[in-house]
Every structure is written in structure tokens, then in C-alpha cells.
Nanobody
Framework: QVQLVESGGGLVQPGGSLRLSCAAS????????MGWYRQAPGKQRELVADITSGGSINYADSVKGRFTISRDNAKNTVYLQMNSLKPEDTAVYYCNAKKFGPTYWGQGTQVTVSS
């Protein structure tokens, strides 16, 4: 089993920044990718960004140029730096870890962008 603990969500004004963190623990061997998804009210969960163990990065078009995903392998932690936030970025953000087989999810952290 893999446990994912997210932190860093909150309320921010449009144009502001937040940094999300996700720490993985447990049986982390075999994780080939970690990333962030989000789900807004009434919408499906969608990929925001992910990063593979080889360093390949993928972003949703809606966040390119504003969000940056990174990882610290020594800490088994992945980060999402979110800049120039917009009201439409408001959602619950979930950390995700993939193995060849199971996928693991964090409990989610709320990000609200509002003036």
C-alpha cells in the first residue's frame, strides 16, 4: 500500500500563488509516475500535471505556463507550484501515484481562488 498526504491548499485571490505538496509513504517501490488531478463541483476529475520516474512531465493545456510540477526523490514528495491562479482553478486537488497495476489517491486538498 501507498499512502499519499497532501498539503498546501487554501484560499487565494486571483493572480495569486499556492504550492501543493504530496508526500508518499509505505510501499513506494514500483511507483512510475506521480501527479495531480483536480475535480471542480459538478465536473469530472481531470489531470493537472504528472511526472514520471524518468522525469517526463505532462501538463493540462489549461495550466501550461502557470503551474510547475516537481519532485524530491529523497523525500518521496511531489510538488505543484501554482502561479497566476484563476477562479476556474478552484477545485479539490488530488495527489496520484501509479504503479503497473494499482493507482493510489490522496485525500484531496481544497484550492479556492476568489476575491
Amino acid at each position: 500500500q501507498v499512502q499519499l498526504v497532501e498539503s498546501g491548499g487554501g484560499l487565494v485571490q486571483p493572480g495569486g500563488s499556492l504550492r501543493l505538496s504530496c508526500a508518499a509513504s509505505g510501499t513506494i517501490r514500483g511507483i512510475y509516475a506521480m501527479g495531480w488531478y483536480r475535480q471542480a463541483p459538478g465536473k469530472q476529475r481531470e489531470l493537472v500535471a504528472d511526472i514520471t520516474s524518468g522525469g517526463s512531465i505532462n501538463y493540462a493545456d489549461s495550466v501550461k505556463g502557470r503551474f510547475t510540477i516537481s519532485r524530491d526523490n529523497a523525500k518521496n514528495t511531489v510538488y505543484l507550484q501554482m502561479n497566476s491562479l484563476k477562479p476556474e482553478d478552484t477545485a479539490v486537488y488530488y495527489c496520484n501515484a501509479k504503479k503497473f497495476g494499482p493507482t493510489y489517491w490522496g485525500q484531496g486538498t481544497q484550492v479556492t481562488v476568489s476575491s
